[in-house]
């Protein structure tokens, strides 16, 4: 039994350093670990991430960016079998480029490349939207005649040149 401010707590195995990601649940924050592993297939190094949810007791009440050192303790709820149990270097509530992959923002960019959320403005919808219907409004022949006709003037233009 050790002591996490005032009151005890039973640790069990691990005890590991780590950046805390989130602290927006009550009483509990993600602390995210860089991992180097090596894959003997390719004979490279490989970055792995570990977020693990924590108990945050209020006495330590550690913050966004804060270095912390988690002990692996009973399971306290579905996701959380970790406790906060020192702050080792408080940080300033933000997160030091390069300590913390954000994989938020590689999943916003996926979404937007593959449906979901869009970049584009409503008023850029708006404006593909017009013109997706100007040229609907105009015959498929149409279209292949000036497509063709632009080409032929480029032959000429071409051989005017020579």
């Not at 401010?5 to 927006?24: A, E, L, T, W």
């Not at 924590?54 to 002990?71: K, L, Q, S, Y």
Request: glycine letters at 6%.
């Amino acid at each position: 039994m050790t002591d996490v401010g005032k009151r005890p707590f039973s640790k069990r195995g691990f005890i590991v350093r780590g950046v805390v990601v989130s602290d927006r649940a009550k009483r509990t924050c993600t602390v995210q670990r860089d991992l180097v592993t090596y894959v003997p297939k390719y004979k490279r190094y490989a970055r792995k991430i570990s977020k693990i949810a924590a108990h945050n007791p209020d006495e330590i009440g550690a913050r966004v960016g804060d270095v912390v050192e988690i002990a692996e303790c009973r399971r306290i709820s579905k996701t959380k079998a970790w406790i906060v149990t020192s702050i080792v270097q408080r940080g300033q509530g933000h997160i030091m480029p390069g300590q913390v992959k954000v994989r938020d923002e590689d999943q916003k960019m996926h979404r937007r490349k593959h449906g979901g959320e869009s970049e584009r403005s409503a008023k850029q919808h708006k404006q593909a939207a017009n013109s997706e219907q100007e040229s609907e409004e105009l015959p498929k022949r149409d279209v292949h005649k000036k497509v063709h006709e632009a080409k032929a003037q480029k032959k000429t233009e071409e051989e005017n040149v020579e």
